[in-house]
């Protein structure tokens, strides 16, 4: 089956710091990628989606300037949070769809964010 | 816009005891709707979804659902619970043109006890 990765699976980091997180799809291509953040309890938020090649399209509320989106392959998408806070310590996840375009999306383990 | 309301945050059944998680969406045209389970501190697998076709969908870990049109309903069933089924579930919905942009529900708690 379509396996998605994510790097780092876990990381803490001080405040004002830029963490980066690596999304990548091991066996197919993924035109499009998407970025969720989720919080203790709570369902999946949609940040911003992904396409290769392209800029990214964020989210209404989400700042496109400390959440910085690449897409420069169809295997790898990027997500840095810039100048990191205390409330930006979460889950995140990242998904790929099919390139192919099946109506499909594989997601990631998802990286704990702990900023201090 | 379409939306997703899953009934019911916290669910608990005993084991070998029917699973029964319910979906209801709205959405104007045809939707593809989607269950996924997500254990602790993981990302979210696939456990089934529906495009076209057949209503009665399987999927994986012997769970299935049945999309109801008349009903707006993608209800996820197990006729038999696992304690490995404790989890948490998510049903979403996307339509063919919206670029595979998921809206999810709110998830529902599975317990099961022994």
């Known amino acids: 089956g379509a396996v998605v990765s994510q790097h780092p699976s876990r990381v803490i980091c001080k405040s004002g710091t830029s963490v980066k997180i690596e999304c990548r799809s091991l066996d197919f291509q993924a035109t499009t990628m998407f970025w969720y953040r989720q919080f203790p309890k709570q369902s999946l938020m949609l940040m911003a989606t992904?396409?290769?090649?392209?800029?990214?399209?964020?989210e209404q509320g989400v700042e496109k300037d400390k959440f910085l989106i690449n897409h420069a392959s169809l295997t790898l998408s990027t997500l840095t949070v810039t100048s990191a806070h205390p409330e930006d310590s979460s889950f995140y996840i990242c998904s790929a769809r099919d390139w192919q375009g099946e109506e499909t999306q594989y997601f990631g383990p998802g990286t704990r964010l702990l900023v201090l | 816009a379409q939306s997703v309301t899953q009934l019911g945050s916290h669910v608990s059944v005993s084991e070998g005891a029917l699973v029964l998680l319910r979906c209801n969406y709205s959405s104007s045209v045809p939707p593809y709707l989607f269950w996924y389970v997500q254990y602790p501190n993981q990302g979210l697998q696939l456990l089934l979804k529906?495009?076209?076709?057949?209503?009665l969908v399987k999927g994986i870990n012997g769970f299935e659902a049945e999309f109801k049109k008349s009903e707006t309903s993608f209800h996820l069933t197990k006729p038999s619970a696992h304690m490995s089924d404790a989890a948490e579930y998510f049903c979403?919905?996307?339509?063919?043109?919206?670029?595979?942009?998921?809206?999810f529900g709110q998830g529902t708690e599975l317990s099961v006890k022994p």
């Open positions: 529906y495009t076209t076709g057949a209503t």
């Open positions: 979403a919905v996307t339509l063919y043109n919206q670029g595979g942009k998921l809206i």
């Open positions: 992904s396409n290769e090649g392209s800029k990214a399209t964020y």
